[in-house]
């Protein structure tokens, strides 16, 4: 396990209206979480490149785009050209995942690939080592506010033991109906990086939801050592 634990708030839940104010209200955290939906991977459709320019210009942290797309070989050179600081491909939509990463690292970025809730863990057998960070879904991708699907914690523990087998320590992140509510045993199952949007932006103060996120975590943390 990294030894900090990171907090992104995913701004699929934030008021886009008032998107700079957003971000101002969350300098607390660690990463911008930033979900790119396509129509074609998923359903719904987001936001794309010119976007995270924006993004990029209205926040200090590091960004981390989560492309719920079908073809990641394409869009993954204009979210790096856009400013994208981890790139995080899912593994059901790609054919070529090592050549990819190789693209990540090469301009610079730090690649991670995610897992949709039916992936197992053993898909990232080969790949595992050369990953920076691993994101396990825990809803369904296409929605904010959805419910936690509880078969993640056995898929956090599994992907801990891949990690120690190989002797790696890519981030461990988890996405989908996390809370103060569950951060404590998600972070003492694996994860060391917690993905939030209601659990950030449908709280009366984002900076209070991040504390408490922290402090869950942290907890968590005593747990897990
Ligand atoms: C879902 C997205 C998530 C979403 C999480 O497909 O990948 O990042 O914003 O939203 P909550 O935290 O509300 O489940
Ligand atoms: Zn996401």
Redesign the pocket.
Known sequence: MQNDIQIAP?I??ADFLRLGAELDAIATADLV?Y?VMDGHFTANITYGQFVLEQVKRGTDLPVDV?L?VANPEEAVPLFIAAGADIVNFHWEAQTHAHLLVQEIHKAGRLAAITLNPATPVCALESIVDELDMVLLMS?N??????KFIESTYGKLRALRRLCDEHHVCPRIEV????GAGNAEALVAAGADTL?????VFKQADRATAIADLRAAAARGRLAHA
Not at 141 to 146: A, D
């Open positions: 995913s699929l839940s979480h979900d989560h719920m809803v991708p296409g929605y904010g506010g959805q996405d989908g109906g996390v993905v939030a949007g209601s659990g």
